[in-house]
């Protein structure tokens, strides 16, 4: 079985994250097949609209931590990789929409925020979960947290590490739509047909001009995370942050 389900149907290309049994934390095959899938769009004329979701109850938990020392297996291809998925949602020509049905945390919040529109569940949450293992904001976060909520909300985004509810992302204007569970999949359908049914030339002339406005940092943004993040790979603090993520404990920060 796949961990990336591609689906293509009446022109709508679905790309559904496929391990449930970790809240769908993103693995390099699923990271480079959805990359793959959404540079690979930019050409073709049978999509007009891409749906990216998670199976089970959550849109995507974010990187994989495991085993007894995970910061050891982190090095900068790990930034790279993401920083090419949030660039290529950015970049393909196309409505890009995140059905958030559960949690979306760390880079999979950095994901679901870098596509054009969210559709969340009530029951949804975004997470910057990054403070909480001694690392930084990554996937543009930095650039596209700020532009949407303002830079007060998004330092206590980032620094404090909360949940923010679905309700709560919405009225901030963090993501663009929420439905009680029950109404979600009828929203998601009409989103997605409103699109399906649009004018493609309008819809990329739109997409690029108000990232072009709204995201003007965000290359400069992607790189900055990158430099930090990676220094902070090798810092006892970051070993100590995943650990502590892995054996579910509070972990202790030393300052190194």
Do not use: W
Request: with cysteine.
């Amino acid at each position: 079985m796949s961990d990336l389900d591609i689906s293509l149907d009446d022109h709508v290309l679905t790309l559904r994250f496929n391990a449930p049994e970790t809240l769908n934390a993103l693995t390099p095959t699923m990271v480079e097949g959805a990359c793959h899938e959404l540079e690979e769009a930019v050409t073709r004329d049978d999509v007009r609209v891409v749906v990216i979701t998670g199976a089970g109850g959550a849109f995507s938990a974010g990187a994989t931590l495991a085993g007894d020392d995970p910061a050891a297996h982190f090095d900068i291809t790990a930034m790279d990789r993401a920083n090419r998925l949030i660039r290529a949602v950015l970049r393909v020509d196309k409505p890009v929409v995140a059905a958030v049905n559960g949690i979306a945390a760390g880079v999979g919040c950095s994901l679901a925020l870098a596509c054009d529109l969210q559709v969340a569940t009530e029951s949804a949450a975004f997470l910057l979960a990054f403070s909480r293992i001694g690392l930084t904001c990554d996937g543009g976060t930095s650039a596209t947290v700020a532009a949407a909520i303002g830079r007060p909300a998004a330092m206590r985004m980032a620094l404090l590490a909360e949940p923010m509810t679905a309700r709560r992302a919405y009225k901030s204007g963090l993501i663009s739509h929420v439905a009680p569970d029950a109404e979600y999949a009828d929203l998601l359908d009409e989103v997605v047909n409103r699109l399906r049914r649009g004018a493609p030339l309008a819809f990329a002339a739109t997409k690029k001009m108000i990232n072009a406005a709204a995201l003007a940092q965000v290359e400069d943004a992607l790189e900055r995370e990158r430099l930090a993040q990676s220094a902070l790979f090798s810092t006892d603090d970051t070993h100590e942050g995943m650990r502590a993520f892995v054996e579910k404990r509070r972990p202790v920060f030393v300052g190194r």
